[in-house]
C-alpha cells in the first residue's frame, strides 16, 4: 500500500457475518443471496456505527448483479461500484481496491459485500459444463471441480515428499477444533482422526473433511478514512501490508503448488510491514481444500518446503500453537464463503473479540490465499 | 474462430488422431487450441503433430458422479499429462491401471470414452 496522507488511510472499520450454523440446520429454506448479503450489510453498518447514508461506495463479490445489490440496499449513487466474482481469490482483491480506492480518494466509505446461497441452491462446484471457455477438454475426461485440480497437487505433493495417507488430517481437526469455539460455525462436533480417515474420497486424495462447506451466507466488510474511523471511536484495523501476483495458466492445478507465487507475494508484505513470519500471531489460511493450507505455510515461509505436512502435527496450527491458523473454523468447519469470513475473523482477532477463540497479545494477523490469483495481508491493530 | 479450432480439435480426434497447435512463428506448443501464441504473440499459429510422448504429471481417481452422463462410472482415473512438446493437459489412462506414479512415461493413444474417440495416453516402460 503506498503511503496514504494518514487521514486518508483505509481503516476496516466494520464487519458482519451471518448465523452460518443455524442457516444451516434449516434445511428446507430457500434463500437469496442478495438477502444474505443485506442482513451482512446491515449488521456491519450496525457494527461499525455507521448509517447506510454513510456509505458511498458498494463493492459486491458472488452476487450476479451490483445493481441488484445497490437497490435492495438503497444504495443508489456510489461514487464507486463494482461487482467481483465469487471466487475465494476475489475477497482480498476486493478488500485491496477498496481499501486503495479511499486512499486515492474515489470514495470514503465502501461496504464490501458477499452472499451466497449456494446450498439454497443446489450449488455441486462442480459438473457445470463451459465453467471457463476450455473446461470442455478437461470435460470429456469427466474432470471438473477445484477440489479435483487441487487434489492434483496434492498428490504429486505427496509422491515428493513421500507424506504418508492422512497427513492432511491435522488441517481439517484443527479447523473443526475451533469451529467447535465459534458458536456461529456450521460443523462444531470434534472431529478425530479416524473420523477423518473414514471420510469417503471425493477426488482421490482428498477426502470429504479436506472439502469445504456448502452453505449460505453473507458477509459484509465496511472501509473508511483514518479522520472518519477515529470519529467513530472505532478499533482501527489496518492494512500494514498487501500484495498479490497470479499464477495464470490454463488450470488452477500450479505446477509448483503456488510455492514461487506465494513466495513473491510473502516477500513484498514482509518487506512492507518490515516483519518476518515468526512475527505473525494467527493466521487466516484459505482453505477450500486443506492441501492449500500446506501450500501457503510452505509458500509463505513458515516451514520449509515439503515439511508442511509434517511442521502441522502436534497442535502448531491451534490455540495455544506457534502459529494459531483459522481461528474461526475456516472454510471446512465455520462456513464457505469464498475467503470472506476469513477476513472478518481477522478483524475480530485483532479487536479482542474472538471470544473463546482469542489468539492472547494479537496484534499482527496475516491473511493468506494460495490460488490462481495468489494474495496475502498483512493487518494491525494500531 | 475459437469455436472452429475446438470443433476441429475433435473432429480430428474422431478420426483417431492427436492434433495440437503450434507457433509457425517461434515454435512454441500450445493446448488447448488458440489463434495467438502465448509466448510471443504472432497469430501465425498452424495444426501440428506433436510426438504424442509425455508424462504423468499428476493424478486422481474421481469419486464423485459430478457429471451425470458421463460415460464412465465412478471411481475413474484422471491424469494431468505433460506433454514432451511443453504443454499440459487432462486425460485419463487407457485401460486399466494398478499403480500409477508421478513422471510415469506415457504415449497418445486415441480410443473411445463412451462413443466418443478422445486422446487418451498409454504407459509406457521406461
Redesign the interface.
Known amino acids: 500500500m503506498s503511503e496514504a496522507k494518514s487521514g486518508r488511510r483505509a481503516v476496516i472499520v466494520g464487519v458482519a457475518t451471518t448465523a452460518f450454523g443455524e442457516l444451516y440446520r434449516d434445511r428446507d429454506a430457500t434463500r437469496s443471496a442478495y438477502d444474505l448479503g443485506a442482513q451482512a450489510f446491515r449488521a456491519a453498518l450496525s457494527d461499525a456505527g455507521l448509517t447506510r447514508d454513510d456509505v458511498d461506495g458498494l463493492f459486491t463479490a458472488r452476487l450476479p448483479s451490483y445493481a441488484r445489490m445497490a437497490d435492495l440496499l438503497g444504495l443508489r449513487r456510489p461514487a464507486i461500484c463494482n461487482g467481483f466474482d465469487g471466487s475465494g481469490r476475489m475477497s482480498a482483491v476486493t478488500l485491496q481496491l477498496a481499501a486503495s480506492a479511499i486512499e486515492t480518494g474515489l470514495a470514503d466509505t465502501i461496504a464490501c459485500v458477499y452472499g451466497n446461497n449456494g446450498r439454497s441452491a443446489g450449488a455441486?462446484y462442480?459438473?457445470e459444463y463451459g465453467a471457463s471457455?476450455?473446461s470442455?477438454?478437461?470435460?470429456?475426461?469427466?474432470?471438473?471441480?477445484p477440489g479435483?485440480y487441487v487434489?492434483?497437487?496434492y498428490?504429486?505433493y505427496r509422491?515428493?515428499y513421500r507424506v504418508p495417507d492422512g497427513a492432511l488430517a491435522p488441517v481439517a481437526i484443527n479447523n473443526r477444533s475451533f469451529g467447535a469455539l465459534n458458536e456461529n460455525a456450521v460443523m462444531r462436533q470434534p472431529l478425530t482422526e479416524q473420523d477423518y480417515l473414514q471420510g469417503?474420497?471425493?477426488?482421490?486424495?482428498?477426502r470429504l473433511f479436506d472439502y469445504c462447506l456448502i452453505n449460505d451466507g453473507g458477509v459484509a466488510i465496511i472501509l473508511t478514512t483514518m479522520d472518519r474511523a477515529r470519529a467513530l471511536g472505532k478499533p482501527l484495523v489496518v492494512f500494514e501490508a498487501t500484495a498479490t501476483c497470479g499464477d495464470l495458466?490454463?488450470?488452477y492445478?500450479s505446477?509448483d503448488m503456488f510455492y514461487e507465487t506465494c513466495r513473491r507475494v510473502s516477500e513484498r508484505v514482509h518487506a512492507q510491514a518490515g516483519t518476518t513470519p515468526r512475527d505473525i500471531d494467527c493466521a487466516q489460511i484459505y482453505d477450500n481444500f486443506t492441501p492449500t493450507v500446506l501450500f501457503s505455510l510452505e509458500g509463505f515461509g513458515f516451514c520449509e518446503r515439503g515439511t508442511a505436512w509434517e511442521w502441522v502435527r502436534g497442535g502448531r496450527l491451534g490455540l495455544d500453537g506457534e502459529l494459531p491458523t483459522n481461528t474461526s473454523g475456516g472454510h471446512t468447519s465455520e462456513s464457505y464463503m469464498q475467503g470472506w469470513a476469513l477476513h472478518a475473523e481477522a478483524v475480530r482477532q485483532l479487536r479482542g473479540e474472538a471470544g473463546p477463540r482469542q489468539v492472547k497479545d494479537c496484534e499482527v494477523v496475516q491473511y493468506m490465499c494460495a490460488a490462481p490469483i495468489t494474495n496475502s495481508h498483512i493487518l494491525r491493530r494500531l | 474462430m475459437?469455436d472452429n479450432l475446438?470443433e476441429e480439435y475433435w473432429a480430428n480426434a474422431a478420426r483417431g488422431q492427436f492434433v495440437i497447435r503450434r507457433c509457425g512463428a517461434c515454435g512454441t506448443w500450445q493446448?488447448?487450441p488458440s489463434s495467438f501464441c502465448g509466448s510471443c504473440l504472432s497469430e501465425e499459429v498452424i495444426w501440428a503433430r506433436p510426438s504424442g510422448r509425455g508424462k504423468v504429471?499428476?493424478?486422481?481417481?474421481?469419486?464423485?458422479q459430478?457429471?451425470?452422463d458421463?460415460a464412465?462410472p465412478t471411481?475413474?482415473l484422471?491424469v494431468?499429462v505433460e506433454l514432451a512438446e511443453g504443454p499440459?493437459?487432462?486425460?485419463?489412462i487407457d485401460g486399466p491401471v494398478d499403480r500409477l506414479?508421478?513422471d510415469a512415461p506415457v504415449e497418445i493413444v486415441v480410443a473411445p470414452?463412451g462413443d466418443?474417440p478422445?486422446p487418451q495416453f498409454r504407459l509406457v516402460e521406461k
Open positions: 455441486t462442480g459438473g471457455p476450455t470442455g477438454y478437461d470435460a470429456a475426461y469427466g474432470m471438473t471441480s479435483a487434489a492434483l497437487m498428490q504429486r509422491e515428493m469417503r474420497y471425493i477426488a482421490e486424495p482428498l495458466t490454463n488450470f492445478t505446477d | 475459437a475446438d493446448f488447448p504429471w499428476s493424478w486422481i481417481r474421481m469419486h464423485r459430478y457429471f451425470k458421463f464412465v471411481p475413474y484422471v494431468w499440459r493437459m487432462v486425460s485419463t506414479r508421478a470414452i466418443t478422445v
